[in-house]
């Protein structure tokens, strides 16, 4: 996608449809039949067995037990023998004669045909033991066949084989079996910006990441997977590539290309090759989805996009991978949560949306993540997915929701849930939560200072780093607690004091000295969002300073983290951004000095005791914290961890 | 445990303790540290690392974008130079000058800083466009590091990483990954009466099946196993093999003799080898494990029934296999479902019983299984597990109650749940369902043909076989409806007409005629469960008869299958027993017919169009029934999957 685009119309496909999901993986599979890479099938030994699928019904063998065997340790006696044995007429037998000793599993055979445990048998001597319970007819032994006869059905045909099973299997005389083959899924990434992992970048380069996940997918859902080289954007090298992988696989997924731009080929190529099943399904991120069959094999056009890209596998490939084995679809653990803000979507569209989660105050609370289509992390950060059905305008804060959960749900029960401002430190406290092996997460969400007051008063975070400057008294954070927290009863945790200011490119080319250069109309800004402290601070510096904010370039370019200002500056996107020093530190950009700010953890009392905000506590009295701020740079630390009243 | 018992109580550990589950995982997990172990980790490529777990937070090394990038295919522009441009004033561009084609995620360079996308763009010309819509700074451009700064934490400490992970590492520069080593876990088999495998199998021989299932546990669980050699009961043998395994492992299994028997030397080797921290746990199956410490690494024994095996892994080995890499336990799916029956346990101890689970007229109906420690097959037919609390005596019917789900809940709810009579043609009918693709699974709980229509008139079941002579008129099942269901719409769907009779060994050695051969006193028969069909046939026999059932030597030994009856003849434990002709015929046993009885399936009308029920009825008409039925022998089909009014 990276070389000359003419932009001449007849050469987009502007005409993908907008299939129904379920429609459209119903249309696809009924289509899709892979009765002869099925067929062949492998015998494998049962021990190698794990994971993989049966092709026929498998019936046991031989009887476990394969003898009548005794359940206890004890005594085997003769039941007939027994009859009037009571506490009354206790009767003393003799070894070899009327009894013998056995332990678990040992064999009963004729003469005997009832065991008695060893703790009511009465021992006189070596050769000599009296009982005075009743005996009756196989008491406590195991019949032959007790847990599996011979003959009986152990796991039926497209089974997957579970540890449980091997030991049913062998128990049931079974050494090998006869598995289906797995699903061999070829991938081709396309695309000529694409660069392998470890390759040096360079600007209009992309590394190719999605084909891995891709792999990694496929054989999480039991396929074998080959990566092909990358192929560039040329028509003829991408179908030759096509050909290949559809020769050697079951399957095939074409990495990128799938939408309607100039240089996008997939949907042109399996039109050529086989048939175009469908292009375009009305779901978001990944509507460009092609799906294709080539020489009766599924060829599948996924989008370039990372997120469309693990949303069209999870949707698509997924299915079509359990077909090939008789597999069940299974959407995995889902949980009810409350939503912590509006959501809206748009009724054309199937949408997932990526969602932060946690238990606060005795319920699930669910917050969305970045939308963008673009932002793998808010796959990896993700505590869960939510699907807002195509019709559904989307859903009102406090609705309750289904999540689809993406980490176990213990995990989920053991985070601790931070929304409010961003600082590096969240991710410093996180890992050492780690390091101290205990199983405690930190979950931080960035939406300002203000946003984190919002948050704590709706129920929706344990804590809430603030840090918000009181224009009139100077002071930090707790005006704030009385001014919107006046009925809540809340304290602040100490944190840290951080050295706020401008962040500058090294050597400062555009020699800026302070807030007043900021209105240079050459001088290029980058703020951060609304509600956030630092944009309060800056609002506060331009007003004290008399400067209009309307002078300012790119006051409305707005970045939710210090980090992401510290990039764009690095970037060269923008000449200054306002954010902490350990920001700049990171990025190796230099740094005018502001202020100093205190940026302090709103909570509210009854979740004081709460063990994860104890552990949190922990860390900001510990050593290890203050080492690992000290390294940062641009840290003070005052009593962090102490408790004070508003 | 084979060998000569010789009953001395000196030589038994008779004082296991009862400790709760809870507080001996706390106690164990608290004295282990596998700090040693878990510092030497590895560094993989990450492509490789899928499934392995950090042992370091990993921040990225590059941004993601790394450079400015179009986010649409369009053209970019410089967003200054567009001011005043709306509908009422659009402007031409000229290619090269004023803008320039893009294509999602080219390069977007000075002096351009934003994008419009190319449905807004109308092109007039190869080199002329014209656009009239406001365009804003960076508008359609996705910033350096969007989705992934420098520096930014990408997975933290101690997390497993999924696919979705190596896509965004791959994505931020990191190539490669340190990670923890997977706990290596040494499995060492032991007693005498072990054979491997596919070995000749004799009486009094038992194969080892268990430990083959804790190999597949523990690569489950992200471990590697190591299976030693089976050793016979022998202390020093024992001994030699724990002090390799050790020295070889991060953890050591054991598997059999940590009970209390004689020939159970766990608990005194890991004793004179380290330290028993627990031995003897209030689970049910499960109590006689031994948690131990040998050279500070643990070592477990596990009991030998497998059942009891497995629990005890579950409880046991997993949380421990999960702490060496810092890993949330986690117990997976679970379900609410109302029990179908009365579920008494012993207050002494937490009791894991095993499941069938069904969705039966909107909700989830749960029905125990076998609940001995030997039956692996409660295990792999199993739904879900209800573990039954330490100090609660049981439940009633009807109450609802929580399952651990074994199988994914899709599958649950694709199955047709089955109460009453056995015969082996429901085997058959589950493998025709999978092998016509049908992902609908058949559940039979066999309980007999009353325990059947109970089951229907509680609303437990989908359909209920059954074979129910009425004495009175000599005909089947239509009179019981009447009789049992008059207040329920339920219909019959025809079954098959059977041969039922006598099953005696090949030759018929004690030379039976007839059910007048039952009374002889040395003749040793097998009965059947009260409520089964087969029970009331042979009490209608034995009264035609003017026969003494308490002249029936064995009349109260009950076995629960035809299976498990020929079984009993086939091991010479009986010489007759009374049922189908297909069970004789596939244990290859002699049969005296008896006559011939309708084996139907009663269902409630409403559930009749129940697409699993539609299916289920298809299969009954099929002709690969009736072949599969030929084969099986003793069967005669009129009109199967007919529905009769009662």
Redesign the interface.
């Known amino acids: ?2 070389t ?6 007849d050469e ?1 496909n502007l005409y993908l449809k907008n299939e129904d999901l379920d429609v459209a993986v119903a249309k696809y599979l009924a289509l899709l039949s892979f009765t002869e890479a099925q067929e062949k099938g492998r015998l494998l030994p ?2 190698e067995a ?1 994971g993989w699928v049966t092709k026929e ?1 498998v019936f046991a063998k ?7 065997a005794s ?1 206890m ?1 004890g ?1 085997c006696v003769e039941a007939m023998a027994m009859i009037g044995v009571d506490e009354r007429h206790p009767r003393t037998l003799t070894k070899g004669t009327d009894f013998n ?7 009963i ?1 004729d003469p005997y ?1 009832a065991v008695v445990m ?1 703790e009511d ?1 009465m ?1 006189k001597s ?1 050769d000599e ?1 009296s009982i005075n319970n009743p005996v ?3 008491q406590n032994v ?17 089974h997957q084989v ?10 049931g ?1 079974i ?1 090998e079996l006869e598995v289906m083959d797995k699903p061999r899924v070829g991938i081709i990434p396309t695309g000529t ?1 694409l660069v392998e ?2 390759a040096a ?10 084909t ?6 496929v ?2 859902y039991g396929g074998v997977a080959k990566r092909y080289q990358t192929v560039r954007d040329d028509y003829e090298l991408i179908k030759s590539a096509i050909i290949k992988a559809v020769d050697e696989n079951d399957m095939v997924l074409i990495s990128a290309g799938s ?1 309607a ?3 996008d080929y997939t949907r042109k190529l399996i039109e050529e090759l086989g048939e175009v099943v469908v292009h375009g399904v009305a779901i978001k991120p990944g509507k460009p989805v092609v799906l294709g069959i080539v020489q009766g094999k599924p060829v599948i056009g996924i989008p ?3 997120v469309s890209a ?1 949303f069209v596998f999870e949707s698509f490939v997924k299915p079509v991978m359990l077909a090939f084995n ?1 597999q ?6 889902t949980i009810k949560a409350v939503l912590s803000k509006r959501l809206m979507s748009s009724l054309k569209y199937l949408e997932f949306v990526r969602m932060k989660c946690g238990r606060v105050n005795q319920r699930f609370v669910a917050t969305p993540l970045d939308r ?1 289509a ?4 808010s ?2 950060n993700a505590d869960g997915i939510l699907k807002i059905p195509k019709n559904v305008e989307g859903y009102e804060a406090g609705e309750e929701v289904e999540l689809i959960l993406m980490r ?4 989920i029960e ?1 985070t601790l849930v931070s929304i409010g401002s961003h600082d590096v430190l969240m ?1 410093m406290v ?2 050492i939560i ?2 101290n ?1 205990q ?1 405690v ?1 930190l979950s931080s969400a960035h939406v300002g200072s203000l946003g984190g007051i919002m948050a704590i008063k709706k129920g929706e975070c344990h804590i809430a780093p603030i840090h918000l400057l009181d224009e009139e008294t100077g002071t930090y954070n707790l005006t704030y607690l009385k001014r919107y927290l006046a009925d809540e009863a809340v304290v602040l945790i100490k944190g840290v004091k951080r050295t706020q200011g401008m962040i500058i490119p090294k050597g400062n080319p555009q020699n800026i000295q302070g807030i007043a250069d900021l209105v240079r109309p050459e001088i290029r800004f980058v703020n951060r969002q609304r509600g956030s402290g630092t944009r309060v601070l800056l609002d506060y510096l331009l007003k004290t300073a008399q400067l209009d904010t309307n002078q300012v370039l ?1 006051y ?2 707005e ?1 939710n ?1 210090h ?2 200002v ?3 500056v ?2 060269g ?1 923008c000449d200054v951004g306002i954010g902490v020093l350990s920001a700049a530190n ?2 190796a950009l230099d740094f005018i000095p502001i202020g100093e700010e205190a940026y302090d953890f709103v909570i509210l009392k009854e979740n004081l005791d709460d063990p994860r905000v104890q552990i949190f506590i922990q860390v900001l009295k510990s050593q290890e914290f203050k080492e690992a701020l000290k390294r940062l740079g641009g840290y003070e630390l005052e009593q962090p961890g102490e408790i004070v009243e508003p």
Chains 1, 2 share one sequence.
Request: aromatic share 6%; charged share 20%.
């Open positions: 996608m990276n000359e685009n003419t932009g001449k119309k987009r049962v021990i794990q019904p031989i009887s476990s037990p394969y003898y009548n359940a340790d005594i000793f056995v332990d678990t599993g040992d064999v055979a045909n060893i048998v021992i070596d033991i009756s007819l196989w195991r019949p032959i066949g007790e847990d599996i006869v011979a003959g009986e059905l152990i796991i039926p045909a497209y579970r540890p449980i099973d091997l030991g049913a299997l062998l128990a005389g050494t910006e992992a470890g970048m360079a600007v209009g380069k992309i590394i190719d990441s999605n891995h996940m891709f792999v990694g997918l054989q999480e939408s731009g100039t240089e370039g996009y990372p693990y008789h069940t679809f299974t959407e995995g653990v963008g673009g932002v793998t992390m796959l990896v176990p749900r213990e995990e053991n991710d996180a890992n780690h390091k092996k199983l997460n790119g409305s370019r970045m983290t980090m992401m510290a990039s764009a690095k970037s996107s990171m990025m």
